[in-house]
Nanobody, 115 residues
Framework: VQLQASGGGLVQTGGSLRLSCATS????????MGWYRQTPGKQRELVAR???????NYAGSVKGRFTISRDNAKNTVSLQMTSLKPEDTAVYYC??????????WGKGTLVTVSS
């Protein structure tokens, strides 16, 4: 498994969860890392991405509530999710991407936000 995601679960509206994705050093150093999410019947959408240099971008729906970060010592990317809403309920996928290479995906982790 090249991308190992963890941290999903059930939380109430307004609560917080932290997702983590671990990978190898070679992948971590060469790729932009990100999180996507998908709900039934919808396309997978980008939630947040962080470059090798630490630049971040977020979907408008999560900006100000979610924070993506990289731990270069642990080859891990995390997504801190706060002020969660029922519409954040989805399967979240870790992603690694670089130009000229096939995207890498982790197994999804389910986040359920109850109202």
């Amino acid at each position: 498994v090249q991308l190992q995601a963890s941290g999903g679960g059930l939380v109430q509206t307004g609560g917080s969860l932290r997702l983590s994705c671990a990978t190898s050093g070679s992948i971590f150093q060469l790729h932009f890392m990100g999180w996507y999410r998908q709900t039934p019947g919808k396309q997978r959408e980008l939630v947040a991405r962080i470059t090798n240099g630490g630049q971040t971008n977020y979907a408008g729906s999560v900006k100000g509530r979610f924070t993506i970060s990289r731990d270069n010592a642990k080859n891990t990317v995390s997504l801190q999710m706060t002020s969660l809403k029922p519409e954040d309920t989805a399967v979240y996928y870790c992603n690694a991407v670089r130009i000229g290479a096939v995207d890498l995906w982790g197994k999804g982790t389910l986040v359920t936000v109850s109202s």
